[in-house]
C-alpha cells in the first residue's frame, strides 16, 4: 500500500519566488515523516523530519514544511526559490511503525528558472 | 565522522560476472539499508539490517542478490551472476534507532552499476 504519494513529478518555478513541492500520505495513527533532497550523482541528503509537536517544521536550506493531519499532507515549501535548489525531492514516512524502515515517494523533480 | 562510505563508486562488468558492492555506515548507527535507483522504477529497498541482522529482504529481486553484514562496521551486496538489467545506482544508508534521536537516514554516494 502506498504510504506518501508526490502527486507532481515536475515543478517548475522562477527563482525568488515561493515554491512548493506537494506530499500527501495515507498512513493511520502518527506517522513520522521525512523530506530528503538528491542533486545530480549524490546520495539523497536528509532536509527535515515532523515526529510530533509543532505543525511547521525548519529545516535545512531555508526549507520548512507544513504537517496537516485534516489533508493528510506534508508539503514542503520555501519562501524564496534559489536556482540552487533544483534537485529532486523526496518524501517518506514510516507508515507509524517501529521497524525502523521508511516508505520513499516517487521523488519531484524542481527546477528552479534564473 | 565521514559519513556513509560506499566503494566502489563506479562498477562496469560483463553480463554474467559476479558484483560485489561495498558499504560502511556511520559508526553507532543500529541499521542499515541497501536501496537501489533506476529512472524507471524509482527508489527500491531492497534488504535492511538491524544489529547485523536482516530484517526484511522483501525487496531483493532474485536469488543472485545476496547481503551480509558481519559487523556493525561493515555490507555487502553480491549479485552473482549479473545482467544487464541490474544496471543502477546502489545506495547504502544507515541510521540510529528511534529512541536516540530518530529514523533519519544518512545516505552513501552510490555505486554506479553498468552490467554490458
Known amino acids: 500500500a502506498q504510504s506518501v504519494a508526490q502527486p507532481e513529478d515536475q515543478v517548475n518555478v522562477a527563482e525568488g519566488n515561493p515554491l512548493t513541492v506537494k506530499c500527501t500520505y495515507s498512513?493511520?495513527?502518527?506517522?513520522?515523516l521525512f523530506w530528503y533532497v538528491q542533486y545530480p550523482n549524490r546520495g539523497l541528503q536528509f532536509l527535515l523530519k515532523y515526529i510530533t509537536g509543532d505543525n511547521l517544521v525548519k529545516g535545512s536550506y531555508g526549507f520548512e514544511a507544513e504537517f496537516n493531519k485534516s489533508q493528510t499532507s506534508f508539503h514542503l515549501k520555501k519562501p524564496s526559490a534559489l536556482v540552487s535548489d533544483s534537485a529532486l525531492y523526496f518524501c517518506a514516512s514510516d507508515r507509524g511503525s517501529t521497524l525502523g524502515r521508511l516508505y520513499f515517494g516517487r521523488g519531484t523533480q524542481l527546477t528552479v528558472w534564473p | 565522522d565521514a559519513g556513509v562510505i560506499q566503494s566502489p563508486r563506479h562498477e562496469v562488468t560483463e553480463m554474467g560476472q559476479e558484483v560485489t558492492l561495498r558499504c560502511k555506515p556511520i559508526?553507532?548507527?543500529?541499521?542499515l539499508f541497501w536501496y537501489r535507483q533506476t529512472m524507471m522504477r524509482g527508489l527500491e529497498l531492497l534488504i535492511y539490517f538491524n544489529n547485523n541482522v536482516p530484517i526484511d529482504d522483501s525487496g531483493m529481486p532474485e536469488d543472485r542478490f545476496s547481503a551480509k553484514m558481519p559487523n556493525a562496521s561493515f555490507s555487502t551486496l553480491k549479485i552473482q551472476p549479473s545482467e544487464p538489467r541490474d544496471s543502477a545506482v546502489y545506495f547504502c544508508?544507515?541510521?540510529?534507532?528511534?529512541?536516540?534521536?530518530?529514523?533519519?537516514?544518512?545516505f552513501g554516494p552510490g555505486t554506479r552499476l553498468t552490467v554490458t
Open positions: 544508508a544507515s541510521s540510529l534507532e528511534l529512541g536516540q534521536g530518530g529514523y533519519e537516514q544518512y
Open positions: 559508526s553507532g548507527h543500529d541499521y
Open positions: 498512513v493511520s495513527g502518527n506517522p513520522y
